[in-house]
């Protein structure tokens, strides 16, 4: 359902895509996820974010991580599966000294 400009505007937005996805990942120091992990685990449905044209919500998710790699705050490795490579990423704990 759409909302109006003022709403959009308003005070009332809870946090970024990347703020989610930071949230997710230090919550779980201990673990790396996969894409769909973390599109799941930032509570969005895994089905719907695969669809659509253009750049796809799950595309937005892997620029989202790259940017947060870029930034020092997520390592991404590549695993290997049986039925290939899959990355993951797990949140990097900064030190502030």
Known sequence: M?????????????????????????????????????IEGTGYSVQVVMEGYGMTPESKF?????????????????IKKSNGEELYYKFVKVDTK
């Open 62 to 78: 892997r620029l989202t991580l790259e940017n947060l790699e870029e930034e020092g705050s997520v390592e991404t490795k590549a």
């Open 2 to 38: 759409p909302i109006d400009i003022t709403e959009f505007n308003s005070e009332k937005i809870v946090c970024s895509l990347k703020e989610k996805i930071l949230s997710f990942l230090m919550n779980n120091p201990d673990k790396a996820f996969d894409i769909k992990e973390i």
